[in-house]
C-alpha cells in the first residue's frame, strides 16, 4: 500500500514510511492512495476472532508488505495484551438499542492507548530495521500525551516532547504524564490553548533547522498508523450486533476528528455502517462545518471535557480530501485559505460526500451532566464527560430504530473525578494499578515564550 499526501505534492510513501513521518512535507495529511475492502464474506468470517487476530486482518492490507501477517499479528498480540480486558473494547448494552464501547481499558485509561500501544511497538520495529532514532514531538489536549508517554518511556531509539497546555488538562491527565520520570520523556507546558500547542508542534515539523539536525516523529492522530488501529473496533462493535447484515450506528464525541474519520474509513472498507454521529461539546466547530458547511474557528473555551476543547480539527482535511474528489491541489489552496484567515467553506462536493453518512450534535455542560445522570438512573453506569457527550448525541439522533447505536466510551471516569462529581454526586475512584498517582514525583517544563521558547527547548535536549 502507498501513501499520498492530502495536498497532492509530498512524495508517495509506504506505511514503514509513514509510521515515521507525521505530517507531509508539504502540510498535508498522508492517506491511502485508495481504500482496500472486504467482501460480506470476509467481513462475516471476521465473528468471534480474538481481538488481536481482527485487528491483524483488519489491518493488513494498510500494512501491506512492511510487515509479515505472523509479525503484524504477534505485534497486536503484545499490544493488546496489555489491556485489563480481555475483550480489550468490550461491548456494554444501556438499553434495547443504545450500547457502549469501552475504549478505556489500556494502561492510561483512555482510547488513544489503543492506537498507541501500537504504534510504540511499529516505531521500534521500523527504526530498528533502520538502525535509527527518533525525536517525538506532540500536542495533548490530555489523553494522547499520556498514552503516547507510556508506550515510549524507556524505548532505546526514542525520545518524546509532549506539550500541553497549562492549566487545562485534568490534575490526573497531567500527572499521567508528568509522574513518569524516564529519562526520553519530555514534559513542556505551554501558556495557552491545545490549538495552539498544535500548531507549535506543526512548525517544528516545517523548521528546517530542526528538522535538518533531528528525524522528527509525530504520535498525535496526524500519524496514519494511529487511525489504522482504531478502524479496527467499528469492526469489533459492529460484528457481534449483526455486521455484515444489519447495519450499525456510532456516535462519536470528537475533537481533532481522528477517531470519527477511522469509523468513515471502516465504513469504506465494507463495515455496513448507518451514520456516523459527531458529537462536539461547544467548541463546535464540526458541528457548524457538518450542519452549514461553516468550517470558521472561534476561540476556544475550556469544558469539562477538555480532550475536544479544539477549534481546529486536524483530520477534517482528510475528509474533506477524501469526500471531496481527492483533489490534493485545490486542498492546499483550501488549507492556505483557512490557515491565514480561519474561515473555509466546504464545497458543494464535500459536503455531499459527508451528507449520506455523517449526522453532528453539540452538547453544552447541561446536556452532558444530563446524559451522565441518565446512564447512572437508568443503567448502574458512570460515564466520564467525554463518553457522556457522545451518549447525548446518541440518545437525540434520529437513527431508524431498528439500528444498535454504539457511543464510544472514549475515556475511564475516573480521570475527571471533579466533573463525574459534580454532575452525578458520585466521586470514581482510580483503578488500583495507578492507585498511587497523586504520591507519585512530577517532573515537567513550563514555557511561556511562544514557539521560539519551545523550539530552542527541544533542540537543547534532543539526543
Ligand atoms: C482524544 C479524545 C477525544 C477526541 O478524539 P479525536 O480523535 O481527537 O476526535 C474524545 N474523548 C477523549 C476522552 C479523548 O481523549
Not at 9 to 27: I, R
Request: charged share 20%; net charge negative.
Amino acid at each position: 500500500m502507498q501513501y499520498v499526501s492530502t495536498r497532492g505534492s509530498a512524495p508517495t510513501l509506504d506505511f514503514a514510511g509513514v509510521t515515521l513521518a507525521g505530517l507531509a512535507s508539504d502540510g498535508g495529511l498522508y492517506v491511502p492512495e485508495h481504500w482496500p475492502s472486504f467482501t460480506t464474506d470476509e467481513i462475516a468470517a471476521m465473528r468471534g476472532l480474538p481481538y488481536a487476530e481482527l485487528a491483524a486482518r483488519v489491518m493488513q492490507p494498510f500494512v501491506g508488505d512492511c510487515l509479515t501477517p505472523e509479525r503484524l499479528r504477534a505485534l497486536c498480540e503484545e499490544a493488546y495484551g496489555r489491556f485489563s480486558h480481555k475483550a480489550v473494547t468490550p461491548l456494554v448494552q444501556l438499553d434495547e438499542r443504545q450500547w457502549l464501547l469501552e475504549l478505556f481499558h489500556g494502561p492510561t485509561l483512555a482510547f488513544k492507548d489503543v492506537a498507541l500501544q501500537l504504534l510504540g511497538l511499529l516505531f521500534e520495529e521500523f527504526l530498528e530495521r533502520d538502525n535509527a532514532r527518533l525525536t517525538i514531538v506532540g500536542a495533548t489536549s490530555g489523553d494522547t500525551g499520556s498514552a503516547a508517554i507510556d508506550a515510549v518511556a524507556g524505548r532505546e531509539r526514542a525520545e518524546i516532547f509532549m506539550l500541553h497546555p497549562a492549566g487545562r488538562v485534568s490534575d490526573v491527565q497531567r500527572r499521567q504524564m508528568t509522574t513518569v520520570l524516564a529519562p526520553n520523556v519530555h514534559n513542556i507546558a505551554i501558556d495557552g490553548s491545545f490549538d495552539d500547542a498544535q500548531a507549535m508542534v506543526k512548525r517544528i515539523f516545517a523548521d528546517d533547522t530542526v528538522t535538518a539536525k533531528h528525524r522528527i516523529g509525530a504520535v498525535n492522530s496526524i500519524n496514519w498508523a494511529r487511525l489504522m488501529a482504531q478502524v479496527v473496533y467499528y469492526f469489533a462493535a459492529a460484528l457481534p450486533l449483526g455486521a455484515p447484515q444489519r447495519k450499525t450506528a456510532f456516535s462519536v464525541p470528537t475533537g481533532n476528528f481522528g477517531d470519527v474519520f477511522a469509523g468513515y474509513v471502516a465504513s469504506q472498507m465494507g463495515l455496513p455502517i448507518e451514520r456516523l454521529i459527531v458529537a462536539t461539546n461547544v467548541n463546535d466547530i464540526l458541528h457548524r462545518a457538518l450542519s452549514d458547511g461553516d468550517y470558521s474557528a472561534g476561540a476556544v473555551t475550556a469544558t469539562a471535557a477538555p480532550s475536544m476543547d479544539i477549534q481546529v480539527s486536524s483530520n477534517f482535511e482528510r475528509l474533506l480530501f477524501a469526500a471531496g474528489g481527492r483533489d490534493g491541489a485545490a486542498m492546499a489552496q483550501q488549507m492556505r485559505g483557512f490557515e491565514a484567515d480561519k474561515v473555509m467553506q466546504l464545497t458543494n462536493a464535500q459536503r455531499d460526500g459527508m451528507a449520506a453518512l455523517f449526522t453532528s450534535a453539540r452538547a453544552d455542560d447541561a446536556d452532558m451532566a444530563h446524559a451522565m445522570r441518565w446512564a447512572q438512573e437508568n443503567c448502574c453506569q458512570i460515564l466520564d464527560p467525554h463518553t457522556a457527550i457522545g451518549l447525548h448525541a446518541a440518545l437525540a439522533s434520529d437513527v431508524p430504530p431498528d439500528v444498535p447505536v454504539v457511543t464510544l466510551a472514549t475515556a475511564h471516569p475516573a480521570k475527571f473525578p471533579d466533573a463525574v462529581e459534580r454532575a452525578t454526586g458520585a466521586r470514581p475512584a482510580l483503578p488500583a494499578r495507578i492507585g498511587d498517582l497523586f504520591a507519585r514525583e512530577e517532573r515537567f517544563t513550563a514555557l511561556d515564550g511562544g514557539y521560539d521558547a519551545v523550539r530552542a527547548y527541544i533542540l537543547g535536549h534532543a539526543s
